[in-house]
Every structure is written in C-alpha cells, then in structure tokens.
C-alpha cells in the first residue's frame, strides 16, 4: 500500500491535502481514477462488482495509510453510500449498470437526505414522488445537499406513502440531475466555501426502475447505510494525519521563547487529544473485529461517529489555537493549490480557522451527533 | 459592588446602540465588514459626531469618560451590533496618547478626523517563530524604529500608528506616520470581517510618547477588558438567538428545546454566560486597583471568556444544526468573531499562565 501511495498518489494532490488547500472537481475525479486503475477505489465491495476481498481491518489500514499519505478523501457518496446499498438492495440490472459507472467515474453522485424541515427527524421529510404509469413525478426541496454542483446524479430519500408511520412511506429513489425541474441552488457556509447546496424539484420525471428496494421501504435503505457500512466512520486515518501536524506546528512555533510545543498547557491538550485519539483507534479495532466475527455493529458505529468527530474538531481547534493571532488573517489566494506568495505569519495558519468553522460540521452531518446519541440509547438501554 | 452602568453612562450605552441599530443594520454591516477598509468610514464619522469616542478617555484627554466601565460599556455595544472598525485599535493606542499628555492629538482622533491604530504584536515567521522585533534607535533629537509588527488592526487605514518598541533602557510607546518613509504596510481582510496588516518598519522616523512599560500595560489591561465585554455581549446575543430557536424549531413534533439533552446543555450554557459577565465586571471592577491585582483580574476574566466564548460559539452552532454555519445567517458571524476574539490580546492559556504566575508572585 505504502509503495502504491508512493509512486501514484501525485503530489501536487498530497500538497493541496496537507496544506489545507481547496480541492477541485478536477482533483477528487483524479484520485478517483488512480484508485480505480488499482482496484482500490472501493475496497469494500465484493469482489464481483470490482471490489476487494480484504478483511475489514485490511480496510481500516488502507483507509488509514491513505490518510496518513494525505491523499484526497474518497467521495463517499457515490462509492460508501450508494454503492453498499445498490449491492444489498438493488436488482441485478441495477447493479450492473450502476456499480461501473461509480468506479468509472461516469456518475458523480449527491445524497438527497436532509429537507428544511427534516434535519435529526429525517423520517418526517415531505419531497414527494407520486407514481404516474412508468414514471415517479418528484416535488419538494432537498438541504445541505454536499458537493451538488459537482454531481450530475443524486440519490433520493422521497415521500410515496402518507398513510401509517412516517418511516413507511419513504421510497429510494435515483434521478439523474439533468431531468427538467431540478434546480441546484448554492449555499454558502460561514467559512465563505460554496460546499453545499439546496436542491429543487418541481415535476421532475423519474422512470420507475430507477426505484431502488420496493416502494415505500426505502427507510431500510437509509437505516442500512447509518449503521452498517460505517466502521471507518471514526475517521482514524484523517486525525492521526491531522495530529502529526498538528505535532510538526507545535515543535516548530515558538510562543514566549521556547517550542509551542513544551508549554506545558498547550502540551497537556496535545496530550490529551493524542491519548483520546489511540483509545479509539483500539475501539475501532474492536469493532472491525466484532464484524469479522459476523456481528452487526450498532451503538458501536454511533460512538465512533461521535468520538471521532470530536477528536477531528479538537485537532483543528488545537491548529487555530497555535496559530495565536495569526488565525486571524484571511488569505483567500493560499487556500488555492500552488500558492507561492508570501505567507502572512506561518505558512500553515492560513487555512487553520476556515477548517476549525468548518468542521464543526462533523458533528452536525451523516445524522448529528446528538441522532448517534438516540441510536445508543435506543440500542443500549432500550429507551 | 454596584452592578449597574450609572444613568450618564447607560444614556451613551443606549444612545451608542440606537446609532448601531440606525445606521448598521446586517446588510450594511456586512457590506462594511467585506468592504477594503473592513469597516464604514461614514459609520466611524458618525460616532465621532455622537461623542462616542470620547467615552473611552477622560477629561483631561479631551473626553468624558475613560474608566473601565466607560470602555466595557461601548465594547459590549460594539459586540452587540457585531460591529466592525477600529475601536480597540483606538482605545489601546489612545490611552497611550492619553498617559502621553498627547491631548491635541488625541482630539482628532476623538473628532473622527484622525484614524489611530496600535502595533504591538510581533510580527511572525513563515515558520511560526517571532522575527525582526522593532527596536528603537535615537539620532539626536529623533527616533528611528526598525523592524516588524504583526496583525495590527486596520493598518490600511490609519493614519497615525502607535508602536511599541525596544529602546536600550527597554520597551517605549512611539507614533509613526502611517504615510511616512519607511513604513511598508501590507493589508488584508480578518476571517471574521474587518482588516488589519502587517507593518514593516525600516529606520522610520518616530516620535517618543512614553518611556517604560507600565503604559503599555495599562493600555493592553484595559483592552483585556473591553474585548472581554465585547466577548460577553456577542454571548448573549448567541444565547438569546439560540434559545429563541430551540423554543420555535420542531423535529419529532415538538420544539427541540423540549428535549432535556438540549434543554440543559442549553442550560450549561446560560450559566457560564453568567459567570462570564461576572468575570467582566470583576475585571472593570479592579481595573484601578495595583498592577498585580489588575492583571489578574484581567487574565482571570480573558481566560474564561476564552473558554466560556468556544463553547457558547460551538454550542450555539450545533444546537441550531446546519443553518447555524450558513453565511445567511447572523448567528455564524456573531460565532466567528467570538471565537476570533480569544485571539486577540492573548488567548485563554496564555492568561491562565499569566494568572499562574501573578498568583505564585503574591
């Protein structure tokens, strides 16, 4: 892996990654490619659809030596999420014209999940799809809809059913971005990114095979997606890289004269966070091998979500907070991959608080932390 | 303790606020935070003209106020309106002026006429490592400063920098002309809105204003306290505008707030707002008192706005969900600059190391 991450992970990209830099459509179809050429694009589909046999610790170590190398994340809404999904649920000709056209690079797909007035109670979404002969007609809004303007397909949570409980009159569904009706409206977030989107539609014609699992069951699809295929959630790989440099910046800038990295308060949260971060890296390993043991992972997805992201956001506090005063100064054109200018202050603090107010999207989004925390109650106590 | 403001210093408060929700209501403070300068130059002209800004120095200096709680009471308006422009550059650098006797000087800037900023920081390395400190050089009657400050409040718009710097008996306050030869500034927009620069001094002719430390450490103590009242009044407007959306947004049918996990982490929340408010007053509160008693109040309250700031910023943002980190949103730029502010003046470790170290000197 580490000679594969060597030779073909190009450089230009690991650079973008480790300095924080804003990545391109160009940049992740890229990474994509070079992964696919492997067979590592998505190393947890069987090996018939062109996954990989590997066991899932084979898998955590991957994903974790790949961030370690800082490479780009894998997009994982076409690969993580719909795939998993197409290969439990989906009929054989779905499978086999769907699953190439995401390794392929073909399809770009979105998650059409959350609606303004569906976020943690996602079951009580209104897009509705109303069957008329071989078509569903959609109508309604999707939310917070990542990388949308980058898709050219989005797979859909919708209402078919108003009758019984909520979660039963949800249906599956794939549209393909170019139909007449959907509309892409751009959001900006508080880091001044452009990262998410609303997403419209209005009479918008989908053939019924594009249907995934039956009508009306399409909540076992999204159920399926929160706890099963999720043991990497904890993201091990992404934070041990973050904290590496986090170590690097603190072993190099000086405060009050001496290393950031021997004041004894700055050293105590490093040190905190690092323990945090190799205690769960032993809970995942537990859990991977509970699932190699054929169990179905629950809570134990959830906490990971949970301690995980809190360790992602504590890393890129830890940043913002060395970089003292110079967190402060927004250069637009470092964020850019390729930057030669002169820095203001230390080269890394540049990105350093547009990541700290990014991310505290870690916690908010794939069902917020506060969700995670039902799901183990419901699973742990039964409450 | 008397814990209300005073009639003469609340009528200004209120007065201060009227102007804020008058002339910068959230599309022109926005316009203004985005703009080059990162604030509205007719807004500055227009407090002038209120007399705002001689709350924050006293009489002989040519204004009306000048105590702690004069400076916390505008700062804490200032935060409420998320304003931007220079106004703890102004006070810092002032209060040097005014411990000066610079009392013209000061007068413009008073009258809006004159912008003023302080370059105190030290500039940094691509590196991380503090470089090319200014030192102060006297030829004949005249000072030549030479070196580098970092981060200076809207530096692209002063027109009179005051700077500290190293002479060969220690640190002096100066005033430098912006627009004077060997001064190179290089200007840039704040992630939180507004602009500062870094400063770049090569044998710059300056004027001495005050020999040794203690002004300029009376004039960064009093800042500590106006950027803790900011601090505390952005929290609140955090609180309110979070409280309010637990109470309206429904999820499983009924109001979020209604779910006792929110409901007391919302409740946590309240309670340390509160206990940062008192550490604000107590910081005003022993502002004239030694140095060693000032400072620790100071850093005492700077710490806990620090902590009590990341977690009411992160808290306010979570409990709203994905709305609360859209740029629509007020609520994402009130959390920005909150969490901005424990950079300023020194964060939350660096004064619970200073409150270490002046509590073992005692």
């Known amino acids: 892996m580490r000679e594969f991450l060597n030779e073909k992970l190009p450089k230009r990209l690991s650079d973008k990654v480790r300095h924080g830099q804003r990545l391109t459509k160009a940049d992740m179809e890229e990474w994509h490619a070079i992964l696919n050429e492997r067979g590592w694009l998505a190393p947890h589909w069987p090996v018939e ?204 800038t000086r405060r009050n004269g001496s290393a950031l990295a021997e004041d004894p308060l700055f050293a105590a949260r490093m040190a905190e966070v690092e323990i945090d971060l190799e205690n769960m890296r032993t809970t995942n390993l537990r859990v991977l091998d509970s699932v190699g043991r054929g169990q179905t992972p629950m809570a134990e997805s959830s906490m990971l979500k949970i301690r995980g992201t809190e360790i992602r956001q504590k890393i890129t506090a830890l940043m913002r907070r060395a970089a003292g005063r110079y967190a402060q100064p927004f250069l637009d054109e470092a964020l850019e991959g390729g930057f030669n200018g002169e820095p203001v202050g230390p080269g890394w603090a540049a990105p350093v608080a547009s990541q700290y107010f990014n991310n505290r999207k870690l916690s908010i989004f794939g069902g917020s932390n506060e969700v995670q925390r039902e799901i183990i109650g419901k699973s742990m106590m039964g409450l | 303790m008397d814990f209300s403001l005073g009639d003469d210093r609340r009528m200004m408060a209120d007065s201060l606020s009227r102007y804020f929700a008058d002339t910068l209501g959230w599309e022109a403070r926005q316009a203004a935070a985005e703009s080059e300068a990162g604030f509205s130059r007719d807004m500055w002209a227009g407090l002038a003209e209120l007399g705002v800004l001689g709350m924050l120095f006293g009489e002989e200096a040519g204004g009306y106020g000048g105590s702690a709680f004069d400076a916390g009471a505008v700062f804490a308006e200032v935060g409420k309106a998320l304003a931007t422009g220079p106004f703890l550059a102004t006070l810092l650098a002032g209060n040097i002026l005014e411990a000066a006797g610079e009392a013209d000087l000061l007068g413009e800037v008073i009258a809006g006429s004159k912008i003023l900023t302080f370059a105190d920081d030290p500039a940094m390395d691509a590196n991380g490592v503090v470089t090319d400190p200014v030192k102060a050089v006297k030829e004949g009657d005249a000072w030549r400063l030479t070196g580098a400050k970092g981060v200076v409040d809207y530096l692209g718009s002063a027109d009179l920098i005051v700077v500290t710097a190293e002479t060969s008996d220690g640190w002096a306050s100066f005033l430098v002309e912006a627009d004077a030869k060997g001064v190179k500034r290089r200007a840039y927009p704040l992630v939180d809105g507004g602009a500062a620069g870094e400063l770049s001094l090569e044998g710059a002719s300056a004027r001495l204003l005050v020999s040794g430390e203690d002004a300029i450490s009376k004039a960064r103590a009093l800042g500590l306290v106006a950027t803790v009242w900011e601090a505390v009044a952005i929290m609140e407007v955090l609180r309110d505008a979070t409280i309010e959306y637990l109470g309206t947004r429904k999820q499983f049918g009924v109001p979020i707030g209604a779910f006792q996990a929110l409901k007391h982490r919302m409740t946590s929340v309240a309670l340390e707002i509160e206990q940062a408010r008192s550490a604000a007053i107590n910081a005003a509160a022993y502002f004239a008192k030694d140095p060693r008693t000032r400072d620790r109040y100071g850093s005492a309250a700077k710490y806990t706005a620090g902590k009590v700031g990341a977690l009411t910023a992160e808290e306010a943002i979570q409990m709203h969900g994905g709305i609360g980190m859209s740029w629509e949103m007020p609520l994402s730029h009130f959390a920005k600059r909150l969490v901005m502010l424990d950079h300023v003046l020194g964060d939350e470790d660096a004064h619970m190391a200073r409150y270490l170290k002046l509590a073992s000197a005692a």
């Open chain 1, 49 to 252: 659809w062109g996954g990989t046999d590997w066991s899932v610790v084979q898998r955590f170590i991957f994903e974790t030596e790949t961030a370690m190398a800082h490479a780009p994340r894998v997009v994982p809404f076409g690969v993580s999420m719909l795939g998993p999904v197409l290969i439990k649920f989906g009929t054989e000709e779905q499978k086999k014209h769907w699953l190439p056209r995401i390794l392929d690079g073909s399809d770009w797909w979105c998650q059409g999940y959350s609606e303004p007035g569906a976020g943690s109670d996602l079951a009580s979404l209104k897009t509705s799809a109303v069957r008329e002969g071989d078509h569903y007609v959609i109508n309604g809004q999707k939310t917070w809809t990542t990388l949308a303007q980058c898709a050219n397909k989005i797979f859909c949570l919708v209402r078919t059913s108003k009758e019984g409980k909520k979660q039963e009159g949800i249906s599956f569904l794939l549209v393909d971005m170019d139909t007449p009706g959907v509309e892409v409206r751009p959001i900006k977030l508080l880091d001044g990114d452009h990262e998410v989107n609303e997403v419209w539609f209005s009479d918008v014609k989908v053939p019924v095979e594009n249907l995934v699992g039956e009508e009306n069951k399409g909540w076992t699809c999204a159920k399926y997606l929160l706890s099963y295929e999720r043991t990497n959630i904890a993201g091990v790989g992404a934070s041990m890289a973050a904290f590496e440099r986090l170590k690097e910046v603190a072993r190099t």
